[in-house]
């Protein structure tokens, strides 16, 4: 498996912008995470789905974030309009539910919002 | 509320073995997971401790009390490359991270 695979792997955009990260989740997993991490904050989770179904989004930090997962092998993140606070790393994770098993993380997507 | 309090740093040499120390509150808990993360790269999952107890794999252990909510990561044989940052990590409904403990290992 090529694990957990986001997209792109690095983003500069303008205020004000659209941006849209991907994220393709290990095959059989049915829980998938977004994570943002700064220095300031740490690894916050933004939101989590199982099933496709989005169980908690008190992490979004707000209405300009949202998340999508249309499909067992899809999912994004979109924030609109972006500001220079939303730069992060943004990293996706996927498991299975009831596994004791970690999470697989992505290799993150590195936001810069000018 | 919510909390996990780790060290934010720790040093030590070649080796050595080291503890990380994690104490958590939260309102619901299925377990402890410790995460190693490389300057620039991706978490990557450790350890899971689900029952009380010490699990072990290969150099590095992991131990849990809920009667206490603490944990420890537990390195031993320390070698240049464990140089990273530490996480421990609840599991309640999703998983949510400490701010880490950034382990310095010198020759």
């Known amino acids: 498996d090529a694990g957990v695979i986001q997209s792109p792997r690095h983003e500069v955009t303008e205020m004000g912008q659209e941006v849209t990260l991907r994220c393709k989740p290990i095959?059989?997993?049915?829980?998938l995470f977004w994570y943002r991490q700064t220095m300031m904050r740490g690894l916050e989770l933004l939101i989590y789905f199982n099933n496709n179904v989005p169980i908690d989004d008190s992490g979004m930090p707000e209405d300009r974030f949202s998340a999508k997962m249309p499909n067992a092998s899809f999912s994004t993140l979109k924030i609109q309009p972006s500001e220079p606070r939303d730069s992060a790393v943004y990293f996706c994770a996927s498991s299975f539910t009831q596994g004791t098993g970690g999470y697989t993380f992505g290799s993150g997507t590195r936001l810069t919002v000018v | 509320g919510q909390s996990l309090e780790q060290p934010s740093e720790v040093t030590a040499v070649e080796g050595a073995i080291v503890q990380i120390n994690c104490t958590y509150q939260t309102s619901g808990f299925y377990g402890l997971s410790w995460y190693q993360q490389h300057d620039g790269g991706a978490p990557t999952f450790l350890s899971y401790n689900g029952l009380d107890g010490l699990e072990e794999t290969g150099r590095f252990s992991s131990f849990l009390s809920r009667s206490d909510s603490y944990g420890y990561l537990l390195l031993q044989e320390l070698q240049m490359k464990d140089s990273a940052s530490y996480f421990c990590?609840?599991?309640?409904?999703?998983?949510?991270f400490g701010a880490g403990t950034r382990l310095t290992v010198k020759p």
């Open positions: 095959s059989g997993h049915n829980s």
């Open positions: 990590a609840v599991r309640d409904q999703g998983t949510r």
